[in-house]
T-cell receptor, first 115, second 115 residues
Framework: AQSVTQLDSQVPVFEEAPVELRCNYS??????LFWYVQYPNQGLQLLLK??????LVKGINGFEAEFNKSQTSFHLRKPSVHISDTAEYFC?????????????FGKGTLLTVNP | DAGVIQSPRHEVTEMGQEVTLRCKPI?????LFWYRQTMMRGLELLIY????????DSGMPEDRFSAKMPNASFSTLKIQPSEPRDSAVYFC?????????????FGDGTRLSIL
């Protein structure tokens, strides 16, 4: 079984500041990692995913994340945020065994970008 | 291309009434998931279908909840009778063939309020 911990439930930042949203996971097997974003009154949209290869993954809207196997982390970063990045962000993991369909989500981090 | 389509977007009804939520997955996707999202419990997986067959319904909270997938392009989640504690946002997601490395695609959800 897997678990995901998003260390901050809320992150307020000012526009054009850098931001890091932290995610740690626990699993007894190798995993795939995902970040999703949820804008108000919408469903979750995929930001980026790590499957294998380079540990630095680039996604949409200027976001990137780095997989650190030794620290079991997958932190999300953006060098300069915009007001429009205000949303809730979810980290999720699934194990690499094809028979396992479950996506385990963290509790979410609410990013609020202030002018 | 069309994403996952859910209807209705909002539903307000009195306790004891039957509620039916509908989902049209992305064409060609063979996996379908129903989730419930609340502030207290976050995102919970209710049921998972693969090739129209229910594989795991262990997340369905009670016998009042039932889900069907009569064909590859349609699924329903029914609550009968509904209770105020069922108030939540219900999401449907679909995933293409390929296993757990494929991301899930979410609909915009149905916001359900039981009075």
């Amino acid at each position: 079984a897997q678990s995901v911990t998003q260390l901050d439930s809320q992150v307020p930042v000012f526009e054009e500041a850098p931001v890091e949203l932290r995610c740690n996971y626990s699993s007894s097997v190798s995993v795939y990692l995902f970040w999703y974003v949820q804008y108000p009154n919408q469903g979750l949209q995929l930001l980026l995913k790590y499957l294998s290869g380079s540990t630095l993954v680039k996604g949409i809207n200027g976001f990137e994340a780095e997989f650190n196997k030794s620290q079991t982390s997958f932190h999300l970063r953006k060098p300069s945020v915009h007001i429009s990045d205000t949303a809730e962000y979810f980290c999720a993991v699934s194990d690499i065994r094809g028979s396992n369909y479950k996506l385990t989500f963290g509790k979410g981090t609410l990013l609020t970008v202030n002018p | 291309d069309a994403g996952v389509i859910q209807s209705p977007r909002h539903e307000v009804t009195e306790m004891g009434q039957e509620v039916t939520l509908r989902c049209k997955p992305i064409s060609g996707h063979n996996s379908l998931f129903w989730y419930r999202q609340t502030m207290m419990r976050g995102l919970e997986l209710l049921i998972y279908f693969n090739n129209n067959v229910p594989i795991d319904d262990s997340g369905m909270p009670e016998d009042r909840f039932s889900a069907k997938m009569p064909n590859a392009s349609f699924s329903t989640l029914k609550i009968q009778p509904s209770e105020p504690r069922d108030s939540a946002v219900y999401f449907c997601a679909s995933r293409p063939t390929g296993g757990s490395n494929q991301p899930q695609h979410f609909g915009d959800g149905t916001r359900l309020s039981i009075l």
